[in-house]
């Protein structure tokens, strides 16, 4: 399975600000996903990020608000924009496991606390 | 609208007690149905994938199963390391494509005591 990292792993923000997320995979991946794990609710995916084309926001997500790039095919930021206290979760990074059995792997996940 | 309910919320286990969690699903045309394990501070780590009805898999002390409104994990003889939320997510069929939206439950959270 593919190794996957994030930066930072855990970060501490004003409101209004901005904060970007990296992830970075070990190796090249068709397909991205960044998920929102906020306290006592489950994972929600925010969008699907492919290279070389603009990012595929779910429902309730904008790209205004959640910016995503998507450079190459190891590597995707998403940005956290003009935050405010309910924007504090954990976002997660995940990648489709290039196998018939269509599972994602995760990255460690990146827990965000809005002041 | 595709759902994932996941019960109970928490379970408590006696290290050798064997129990068994359960993930009600309701979706559109079932793509596949997954189960993570999430420790405290990381991401979940998948576990198994099922299809179809009827379809079993196993990994060391765990047993996934599925029918087509809901899959169990049955835990044999748990150890507390086994401790961790336990994930379930189902993917739609009419999505495009080799991934789709992963729709996830809530998570059971397993504590075993030795």
């Known amino acids: 399975s ?3 990292s994030q930066k930072p792993s855990r970060d501490i923000c004003q ?17 991205m996903f960044w998920y929102r794990q906020q306290p006592g609710q489950s994972l929600t995916l925010i969008a699907t990020a492919n290279q070389g084309s603009e990012a595929t926001y779910e429902s309730g997500f904008v790209i205004d608000k959640f910016p995503i790039s998507r450079p190459n095919l190891t590597f995707s930021t998403l940005t956290v924009s003009n935050m405010s206290p309910e924007d ?24 965000l606390t809005v002041l | 609208e595709d759902q994932v309910t996941q019960s109970p919320e928490a379970l408590r286990l006696q290290e050798g007690e064997s129990s068994s969690l359960n993930c009600s699903y309701t979706v559109s045309g079932l793509r596949g149905l997954f189960w993570y394990r999430q420790d405290p501070g990381k991401g979940p780590e998948f ?10 898999k ?6 996934a199963t599925l029918t087509k409104k809901e899959s169990f994990l049955h835990i044999t003889a748990p ?4 401790s961790a ?30």
């Open chain 1, 88 to 111: 504090s979760s954990i976002y997660l990074c995940s990648v489709d496991g290039g196998s018939s059995y269509n599972e994602q792997f995760f990255g460690p996940g990146t827990r």
């Open chain 2, 79 to 82: 150890k507390p390391e086994d």
């Open chain 2, 85 to 114: 939320t336990y994930l379930c997510a189902v993917q739609a069929s009419g999505y495009g494509g080799s991934q789709g939206n992963l729709i996830f439950g809530k998570g059971t959270k397993l504590s075993v005591k030795p």
């Open chain 1, 15 to 31: 409101r209004g600000t901005s904060l970007t997320i990296q992830c970075q995979v070990d190796s090249q991946v068709t397909m």
């Open chain 1, 2 to 4: 593919a190794v996957i």
């Open chain 2, 47 to 56: 576990l198994f994938t099922l299809y179809s009805a009827g379809e079993e």
């Open chain 2, 58 to 63: 196993e990994k060391e002390r765990l047993k």
